[in-house]
């Protein structure tokens, strides 16, 4: 299809898509009906919806995607700080902070705190 007035159907077009943009924007802040909203308007519902598909359509179509390359990691554990690593934290009465990692036993955290003390 050619452009006619040296593109100004495109222009146009751009000027429309800007306009119905803003009133679906005014819409949703409204929080009235579709129908209710477009009737104080004068503006036949369809041709909201319509639009309202249209730009929402566009939009999804200008998303682009990045390729990314997942890497395994070879550390034996997650890198991250020793505090967030720890699930288990002992205060002694002396201030003596103990940390356990994921895994350890009851057992074995009740006998160290019993022989520290």
Request: avoid cysteine; charged fraction near 35%.
């Amino acid at each position: 299809m050619a452009l006619r007035g040296g593109g100004g159907e495109a222009r146009r077009m751009r000027r429309a898509r800007s306009i119905w943009a803003e009133l679906i924007r005014q819409y949703e802040r409204s929080g009235k009906e579709l129908e209710e909203w477009a009737a104080e308007r004068k503006i036949p519902p369809k041709t909201l919806r319509w639009w309202m598909w249209r730009l929402r359509r566009e939009q999804a179509e200008e998303v682009s995607l990045v390729p990314v390359r997942v890497v395994a990691s070879t550390a034996p554990t997650a890198r991250r700080p020793e505090e967030e690593s720890a699930v288990i934290e002992a205060v002694l009465t002396d201030g003596v902070r103990l940390r356990f990692p994921i895994g350890v036993s009851s057992e074995a955290v009740a006998e160290l705190i019993a022989r520290l003390r």
